[in-house]
């Protein structure tokens, strides 16, 4: 009772002994979550829960599931309830009220998997830390060795299981947020590429080019003159 299990699209999944069984199944798009609540990202819980142990539970046997209070069922049955009500009644705005309360329901149920206290979800926030870390302080020096002591993991080890969590290295997914961070700068109109380089946590101008131009198809300077 109270067992809250985040699974990955396309994976196959089941019950056994469902007699009695009552659960809520909540289906929801992630790019459309992170992107309207971007916030979520620096919140080691959603990092953990959303995104890290949907990998790591096959493995684990869900050795880290996660389990909320009785008094916590009745809040998330409530919350539940009131997103139900809206969606169904359809009044003017109702799109944005469901999905307000299910925001609420994703923020509250990633502050309860920190109180998590096993082995298992315990090294997974250790790795959902180090994520929350890059995504409050991309702009600054970084390396893989600091990143791996903030989750407790040998650099290669860090390594391994970052790409196997997010699809990317560290300093990969470092570089994805500067560079979205670059273009924000650009678009205002208010610094010149070099700034924006050294603005965005790139030390040299020369290598921000390069890599912008890898993923954007266009250099900075011609990003920067598209936008006015």
Request: glycine share 4%.
């Amino acid at each position: 009772k109270g067992h809250v299990f985040v699974v990955n699209q396309n994976s196959i999944h089941g019950f056994k002994n469902v007699e009695s069984l009552e659960f809520f199944n909540i289906m929801y798009d992630v790019k459309i979550l992170l992107n309207t609540n971007p916030d979520l990202r620096k919140i080691s819980g959603f990092q953990s829960l959303f995104v890290l142990e949907p990998i790591y539970c096959k493995s684990s046997r869900f050795q880290s599931k996660m389990q909320i209070s009785d008094e916590n069922i009745k809040y998330v049955n409530n919350l539940l309830d009131l997103a139900y009500l809206e969606f169904m009644g359809k009044s003017q705005g109702y799109q944005t009220v469901t999905q307000s309360f299910f925001h609420i329901l994703v923020v509250f149920l990633s502050r309860e998997y920190t109180k998590v206290n096993n082995e298992c979800s315990v090294k997974i926030l250790q790795l959902a830390d180090a994520v929350v870390y890059i995504e409050e302080n991309f702009t600054s020096p970084l390396s893989v060795d600091f990143l791996a002591s903030k989750a407790y993991m040998s650099p290669r080890h860090f390594i391994r299981v970052f790409k196997e969590s997010y699809g990317t290295t560290p300093m990969e997914y470092v570089n994805s947020l500067r560079l979205d961070y670059a273009t924000r700068l650009l678009a205002s109109g208010n610094n010149t590429v070099t700034q924006v380089a050294l603005q965005s946590g790139f030390t040299d101008p020369n290598y921000f080019a390069r890599i912008f131009k890898k993923k954007y198809s266009v250099t900075p300077s011609q990003y920067l003159s598209k936008s006015f």
